[in-house]
């Protein structure tokens, strides 16, 4: 029996037919895998929350309503329906029904004209994929491709390529492009009978619309679901309930929200279907309402816009992103993204300047610095309220936004050194813009934005390591998976506890009393001309950045970080953070008490009597023993006093007087502050003092200065000082010839000559400081 099948079909393979059919196979697979199936849809872009929840969504590049649907959206119900109605055969066949083909054929030409057809999905996909004129010849070419179809993708993938395709009226192309412009879900929440008025449209795109058409369509659609019935395809109360389900449908908008972070992506990843982005939903339209909502209030003192950014410490993913308080007011540039507008931070950036100082060792919380008016060659800062407080601790100088202390504290550290943290920390415009900055850089000298600023500050949530936020979703993302160290753990706890401080100049008025506070460490700022006002603040699950203003750079008189920013800030936190376990940061190993003189935050030495406890980085901090007492030998009366050469056998005495720094004596002088003077040094002494610490310190004019003068103006140039404690009289000199003895605290003016002019001061213990000038004609 065997051996006579082999015959014959050895005997059929030497037959013509026989070679002509493996011929054709022959060739078509070799076409087939030369000139593979081209599948290139243009898909419109949808920006998804972390749950997959469509955020917004982008026309395609064709101007099509054209949603990718994902397999997993493909519900059994959609499926069912979906065959039944179009090819009952799907999971059967190689992409053609030759028993549909042979009754089509059979039926038009029995009854002369087009009866039924017999394409299958696949071959639906084909045509939908390349639409061509229907003759007999792209006919056949549309079998040879479906065959093809078959060859290069799964049954799964060819139903895919369907329901994103099918036409739906208008621009509308895809189930799940109708599924949401006209029921507000997607395919995998749809009940039967809107499953069932999706599949009956595509036939009819144009007599069957929703919206327009509705009592028509709910009639072609139970004649579906009656069908269904009798087809046993769903059970009898599932039909029954489709029946009697209304259609109350019409075309909607396509979803629009959190249009300045679907913005971002879509230009970053332009030719992605579906972007999973980090944001949450829920999260998201409540930190846009409230933005919206306190905009609303703030313009009744012409302050227009705001922006926030919400950031999840754990994984630095984005969980809100809100660029302006609406998107479509054009009044003050809503399309604008102030998350990545470039603004002037105000004094925003002081925790980082502080927390490297710490990690430097330069100074501790407790340290004493001088808040009085101080001249850096030239730049002359004031505090936010035009206040100066004498002496001042580190801590206190950060928690009430400080200026001068901030400016001396970069001038100590090196301004490149602050430059060098901010680059690690990936502040694009500081990068360009830093061979032109200089110590303002910590009032607002520099360009900055939301963005970076608030990467910045969950640095000190992260135990000082810095990592740029993702905005898009990593289920499984770990905590901190690349991150680079810009501070250490210490250095940001010690600021954390600074920041978290609940009596400070910055909390809004009477807000403690009106709000419950969140427990969170926050910083505010306010630029110049008061055109920006900042508040950012972290606890250990979040950061959020918050910006106020006007894009259009107007400044507003009522505009501060504190003031403005705050509120906002606060309201945020107790929105979305309002159930937060309350755990908070604890203290690194490294972060160890030490005792310190309350006079100047060094360590005692034998003078000092009032000991407070300090927060010092174990093998980091200084160990500078405390100087804000000096020893000087006076005669009885304190009215004269001696140095070792002129130390009289008896009639003196030893006594402490406080070592004050000649800015200190100075700010004292001119707020007529009393303080103890130091008396004069024995007249009768011969010695000359050339010491080179607590030499005068020269403030006007400023070193290197041009000064312009005219010939026809006898014009004068101030000539000022600063001294320490024991120092009455000074004396200037003018290249090196003796101008004028002064008083220490009194300015002595001049008129300059052309030319370059070197200046001295010298006090009476002979310390000196030069400065040179050039003096021009105009």
């Known amino acids: 029996m ?61 101007e099509k309503w054209r949603m990718f649907v994902e397999l997993k959206e493909i519900t059994p119900t959609l499926r069912k329906a979906i065959l039944a109605k179009e090819d009952k055969y799907f999971q059967y066949h190689f992409g053609v029904n030759p028993v549909a083909i042979c009754r089509a054929v059979f039926n038009n030409i029995t009854k002369k004209r087009r009866t039924s057809g017999a394409s299958t999905i696949t071959m639906q996909v084909v045509r939908m994929l390349n639409p061509e004129e229907r003759t007999y010849w792209n006919k056949l070419s549309e079998i040879l491709r479906a065959i093809q179809l078959e060859i290069f993708y799964s049954k799964d993938e060819i139903l895919q390529m369907y329901l994103n395709l099918v036409p739906y009226g208008s621009n509308i192309e895809g189930i799940k492009s109708a599924s949401y412009l006209y029921f507000q879900k997607s395919p995998d929440r749809l009940s039967l009978a809107e499953v069932t008025t999706l599949v009956i449209i595509p036939n009819r795109p144009t007599s069957l619309k929703l919206g327009t058409k509705n009592p028509l369509i709910v009639e072609e659609r139970n004649k579906r679901l009656k069908t269904f ?13 489709a029946l009697r389900e209304p259609l109350l449908v019409f075309r909607h908008e396509a979803p629009k929200n959190a249009p300045h972070l679907s913005l971002r992506l879509k230009k970053q990843f332009p030719d992605e279907a579906i972007i999973v982005s980090s944001v ?21 003192m012409n302050i227009n816009n705001a922006a926030v950014l919400v950031i999840n410490n754990q994984t630095m993913q984005v969980e809100a992103y809100i660029g302006s308080a609406g998107f479509n007011d054009n009044f003050d540039g809503g399309q604008v993204d102030g998350v990545q507008a470039v603004r002037s931070p105000g004094s925003a950036l002081k925790p980082i300047l502080y927390a490297t100082a710490f990690d430097k060792g330069i100074i501790t919380p407790k340290n004493i610095i001088n808040d009085v008016p101080t001249n850096f060659n030239g730049f002359e800062p004031e505090n936010f309220d035009r206040k100066f407080n004498g002496k001042v601790s580190i801590e206190f100088a950060l928690a009430n936004s400080l200026n001068i202390p901030a400016v001396k504290v970069v001038r100590d550290l090196g301004k490149s050194t602050l430059i060098e943290q901010l680059k ?80 400070r100049p910055d909390l809004p008025n009477n807000f403690d009393y009106t ?3 969140p427990k969170i460490a926050w910083k505010t700022g306010t630029s110049f001309g008061r055109r920006d006002a900042w508040s950012i603040g972290f606890n250990k699950k979040y950061t959020i950045g918050v910006w106020v ?44 008490s030490r005792q310190v003189c309350a006079e100047s935050g060094d360590l005692p030495s034998d003078y000092c009597s009032n000991k407070i406890l300090d927060y010092s980085i174990k093998g980091i901090s200084h160990t500078r023993k405390c100087t804000h007492l000096k020893k000087f030998y006076v005669n009885l009366s304190e009215s004269i006093s001696y140095c070792t050469q002129c130390l009289p056998v008896s009639g003196y005495k030893e006594k402490l007087y406080t070592n004050l720094a000649p800015e200190l004596v100075s700010f004292y002088e001119q707020k007529h502050i009393l303080y103890e003077k130091i008396p004069t040094h024995n007249p009768n002494c011969t010695r000359f003092f050339k010491i ?40 200037w000199y003018l290249n090196d010839r003796l101008l004028q003895k002064t008083l220490s605290n009194k300015p002595l003016f001049f008129a300059p000559t052309v030319g370059k ?22």
């Open 280 to 300: 949450k939903k829920a999260t998201q339209a409540k930190v846009e309402q409230m933005v919206a909502n306190y905009v609303n209030r703030t313009r009744v």
């Open 692 to 731: 080179a610490n607590n030499a005068p310190i020269i403030t006007n004019p400023n070193n290197g200065s041009e000064y312009y003068i005219s010939k026809n103006d006898s014009q004068q140039i101030q000539l000022s000082c600063q001294t320490s404690n024991d120092v009455k009289e000074v004396y």
């Open 2 to 62: 065997i051996e006579r099948i082999k015959s014959k079909l050895f005997s059929f393979l030497k037959t013509r037919w026989a070679k002509t059919i493996l011929v054709f196979l022959g060739v078509f697979f070799l076409l087939n895998f030369l000139f593979p199936p081209k599948i290139n849809v243009h898909y419109s872009t949808i920006v998804t929350d972390s749950n997959g929840e469509i955020l917004h969504a982008f026309l395609s590049s064709d």
């Open 229 to 241: 019935q009798a087809e046993q395809l769903f059970d009898n109360q599932s039909i029954n309930d």
């Open 424 to 503: 690690k920390a990936d502040f694009q415009t500081v990068k360009k813009q830093e061979k032109d900055l200089g110590l303002s850089i910590v009032l607002g000298g520099c360009g900055v934005t939301l963005e970076e600023m608030t990467q910045l500050y969950a640095a000190f949530a992260n135990e000082g390591n810095w990592q740029k936020v993702t905005m898009l979703y990593d289920k499984d993302v770990k905590k901190k998976p690349s991150h680079t160290p810009i501070i250490s753990a210490a250095a940001s706890y010690l600021i954390t506890d600074i920041l978290a401080q609940i009596k």
């Open 549 to 592: 203003g006007n894009f259009s750079g107007e400044g507003v008189p009522e505009l501060s970080g504190a003031e403005i920013a705050t509120p906002l800030l606060f309201q945020i936190f107790n929105t979305i953070d309002y159930n937060t376990s309350g755990e908070w940061f604890h203290q690194p190993n490294a972060v160890v």
């Open 515 to 517: 709000y419950r506070l």
């Open 757 to 778: 002019l070197k200046i001295s001061c010298t006090d009476d213990k002979g310390r000196s400081s030069n400065i040179w000038v050039i003096v021009k004609e105009e």
